[in-house]
């Protein structure tokens, strides 16, 4: 059974910075690309990031881009997400999310390249 675990959420001020963790098992964590997305209330779920299955090509969000850093850990089945100059528009849920492939490009930041998801890590930002 796979599981999805997210942490290190929490609350930060604006231009602070926090590291999301995500571990994965049941699974051969090396064989899946990654990524995290995030939900605001009322808000689409966004894609953050993605890394693929040996974390030497990822990509980001427009919105996040030169801010955060997505990384994995093969050996510890955990991927990471640094996040840099947070700005209040981070706040959100973010979630980890596995895929049924080892490659993402262009379609690494859908959805519907996932299969199994984490029940996410809240990130608030206050201003």
């Known amino acids: 059974q796979v599981q999805v675990v997210e942490s290190g959420g929490g609350l930060v001020q604006a231009g602070g910075s926090l590291r999301l963790s995500c571990r994965a098992s049941g699974l051969t964590f090396d064989d899946h690309a990654m990524g995290w997305f995030r939900q605001a209330p009322g808000e689409e779920r966004e894609g953050v990031s993605w890394i693929n299955w040996k974390g030497d090509r990822s990509g980001y969000g427009d919105s996040v881009l030169g801010r955060f850093t997505i990384s994995r850990d093969n050996a510890k089945n955990t991927l990471y997400l640094q996040m840099n100059n947070l700005k209040p528009d981070d706040t959100a849920m973010y979630y980890c999310?596995?895929?049924?492939?080892?490659?993402?490009?262009?379609?690494?930041?859908?959805?519907?390249?996932?299969?199994?998801w984490g029940q996410g890590t809240q990130v608030t930002v206050s201003s």
């Open positions: 999310a596995v895929s049924p492939h080892n490659q993402l490009e262009s379609l690494g930041l859908r959805a519907r390249s996932y299969n199994y």
